[in-house]
């Protein structure tokens, strides 16, 4: 059976969401989850689920995202949980609104920075800006029965300066919440000072969000809670 995409693009715009391709429910090989228009721009594999079988993340990305094509009518990036079944994989997620689109890096280019898996957590880094840039990065978890954002990182800095003592740009700021424990760290490298101001404390926590219901956009609008 195959979902469309459009029914996993609620939050988008009509046209957009009718460009999408569709993906399986399950299929032999990651690669099979892959819509037609489609290709591969990162894949990690570990253990994501409790049991013994190997799973996938995938982010796809239209093909016409080539390193030197300016294309502004892209579809959204899709990042898709595969969970390893005896006769391959099923899948378990599939957002259209994790990740960052080629263009949204501002001056520093495509923003999709990394994918990762530390332990068994799905770790998605963007990178973007200018002389200031800016850094995200959300940690999601396979617990209570769906992949929910236990982790969100924001760092904002100036490269114009930096001190190299601190291995810091002047000015830094990180922030670095964890919604499992309620604990924040945070510190700031002030633009005239070599020093790191450093400060934890804890923060309420409400109901986890779902990554099939993350939008990274608003996220990022947000800002620091």
Known sequence: MRLPLALLLMGLPLPLAAQADRVPETGPTPGAFIPAGYLLLKEVRGH???????????IVGDRRERIDSIVDDLPPRLLLVLHGTATGFRLAVASATAVYGKLEGGSFGDPLDDLALER?????????????????????????GDYRLIGRAETTFFTGRRCDRLREFRPTTHQDDNYNTGRRYRYEVPE??????????????????????????????????
Not at 48 to 58: H, I
Not at 123 to 135: D, N, P
Not at 196 to 209: A, C, D, N, Q, W
Request: hydrophobic residues 40%; glycine residues 8%.
């Open 48 to 58: 994501l689920n409790g049991d013994e079988r190997g799973d996938v993340v995938l």
């Open 120 to 144: 068994n957590v799905i770790v998605l880094s963007h990178l973007g800006g200018s002389a200031w840039r800016w850094r995200y990065v959300h940690r999601f978890r396979f617990q209570q």
């Open 192 to 225: 005239d000072r070599c020093v790191k101001r450093e400060r934890r404390e804890t923060i309420r926590v409400g109901p986890l969000t779902l990554l099939r219901e993350f939008v990274l956009r608003e996220d990022a609008a947000a800002g620091n809670r």
